[in-house]
């Protein structure tokens, strides 16, 4: 039997009032890449906490290359060869590549000790960068990189700690897909190199490219671990929500009415060029492309977060004048924007604030005081009828879990009782569970009348979902498809032509 | 277990308060001056001052800000006030041609004065998009100038008894300072919790994308926010002035240290969106009684500053401990 590397045996973890693991066991070989997968609060997250030491386990052992190890802290993890990529990077922006990688192990210069010898480190720094094929100065400010460029500067840190088991959570949810087949090349290098890759990921479609054995986990606790081999998409989505999903996508065939929001030959300099485009009553619009295609900013145009120098946009015939985000919500459009975390959610406020704080002007008594019993009944409402799971209307949003969190979102915009509603990114980073009850609200949003944008970078959705399909490369329009003419190939095709004002290439 | 978990949350939640309590039950066995109606009316009377500053400059630090100008508004308050009241009898008045103005109108240019520098603080804020410490510390200077420029660094005594009797009034034992204390945190208490720009400080502190997003016009709020702010500073401004009889164009040096310091104390967080008008007057008691009762023992004041120093720290401390425990 081969050998493993990394053992977890019968770890406990828990916090006040939930025991967020339950006694999980975890192996992996060198030279592998073993995905770790589950719903969010599965513990998939908690348990790699345990291993690097952020977290420390309240019971269990940890064996590494067959000795018992505990690991009190994520310094000692790495001085063990335990390294974690996070899913949200934490680099030292204003200061360069090689400083980053070096950080708190600067080499010195011989004889004083106090002072760096940056010359050393730029020297190690390419050494290591050359070895990877990895094509970043070292002296470039880390700001100036892309997120998967920063990616690989936290891989390249890695290796030169000599991990020999590397943890990577979520890794490409930020990436555009050329971006995440450099990052998997990056982890084919890793594995020839015969170190352990751990891949945290919600996605099903990575984990059949690069994984070698998949763990579920659910409720803190195992539920399996197999070959990739011996699974499917289906078997895994069963594990993991313990039930099975009879439709990913529970898509009702909606009345589509007449033309609600029409957008003429909008240009925002730098950023988009001649949008056009109509979106009807009761129409889900799908919008695909790749990041930095400029989606994000037409929507943000469209709500008045964004200046345009040109175009016009009209709703039911009659042209609108839209400068800040009031204006829009004025005329029924509501936004929920792409990142929960940084334009959605206050998370030190309670879920009761969250959901009014589009509509305040609706609760508003004698023109100053608001009617905080309406506000109360009201959120009352939407919490049932989106069953939004929290403890109470008081509790603060940042306690509740990311889909909860983006129902609570979902009923601000409806409260505002908008007739055209622009969901950029909907699911992204919520389980798969919620994500078919986000769904499932999408298209009864639909069926009820009201028109719908959803911008998505997960091509399932898209095609599961929209109506028709407008796809955008570099700020234009690079075609609109109709449902049935649309597949993966064909938008992929258009989100990565060169515009060349040849809408249908 | 479980209900000590519950004993935790209420003292997590409560703690200010009960140490507020626990300050004064101590301080009663410890000096029988303390515990007396006339030295907790002189407490009140002494905090009125600084409490409504606090409660102003509280706006600006639920909303991710802070305003360091308030000393000097202050300051400016008193000088513009006390100028347009001094007594005709008085020879070397600020003004010699003034005629005999109702004192109202004392009043209303003293609020004005102040209102005006903390508009100019959050429209510099909302639209210049400088960071709030350096606008407000640069209005803070300008304000202390504008003062002694006024009254050439001079006293503004002789003040009209209709002026003063505001600051040295009262109603029964309630002097009308105290009074006016109270009044202003009642209506900051109803305007952050039942108004629509209540619940808009909060967001906007809480996080300034989802509010624009949510269609909250933020720069408005802005400069409404910092308008509170200096308005509340004016009302204190002449408040103070009333009382000492006189105008001084010093007289708010600092006050905005203690300001933000009792403001801080009663867990208005500087990351933005968390505070309450309760917390912050427990804030300025809490200072209050400090400075009172170690006067009482007989400490050093020098002491005092150590003291009120490691209070502030140690409140904020305690503060990101129960923050973070609840996440």
Redesign the interface.
Known sequence: MEEYILEMKNIVRTF?GVRALNGVSFQTKRGSVHALMGENGAGKSTLMKCLVGINPPDSGEIWLKREKITIPNPHEALKLGIAMIYQELNPVVERSVMENIWLGREPMLRGLGVLVDHKAMYEQTRQLLNELEIDIDPKIKVKELSVAKMQMIEIAKAISYNADVVIMDEPTSSLTPNEVEHLFSMIRKLKARNVAVIYITHKMEEIFTIADEVTVLRDGNNITTNPIAEINIDSLITAMVGRRLTEMFPKMESKIGDVKLAVHNIEVPGLLHDISFDLRKGEILGVAGLVGAGRTELMETL?G?RRKSAGEILIDGKKIDIR???D??RAGIG?L?EDRR????????SVK?NT???N??N??KYG???N?RKIQSDCEEYKNRLKIRTPSLDT?I??LSGGNQQKVLVA?WLLTNPDILILDEPTRGIDVGAKAEIHTIITKLACEGKSIIMVSSEMPEILGMSDRILVMSRGQITAILDRKDADQETIMRYAAAKANNNKVA | MAQQ?NVGKFINKYAIFIVLIVMVVVLSFLSPAFLTTQNLINVLITESGRGILAIGVAFTIISRGIDLSVGSIVSLTSVIAASLVQDPSYSARIFPNLPLLPPIVAVLAGLAAGTVVGMTNGALIAYTAIPPFIATLGSMIIARGLALILTNAYPVPMLRPEFKIIGQGSVGTIPYVVIVFALVAVIAY?ILN???FG??V??IG??V?????????VKKNLVAIYAVSGFCASIAGILITARAASGIATLGNNYELDAIAAATIGGT?H????GTVPGIIAGILILGILNNGLLLLGISPYLQQVIKGIIIVGAVVFDMRKNAR??
């Open positions: 006040p709500f977060l800040v985000p009031s829009a919500i936004f924007t940084l334009n959605g959610i206050i998370p030190v406020l604030v009014i704080v589009a305040l002007r609760y508003l100053f005081f608001l905080l603060l940042q306690n601000r | 978990s109803i039942y108004t629509r619940k808009n909060y967001a809480g996080n994308n989802a509010a624009k997003t949510s269609g909250i016009k967080s990351t933005g969106g968390i609840q996440k």
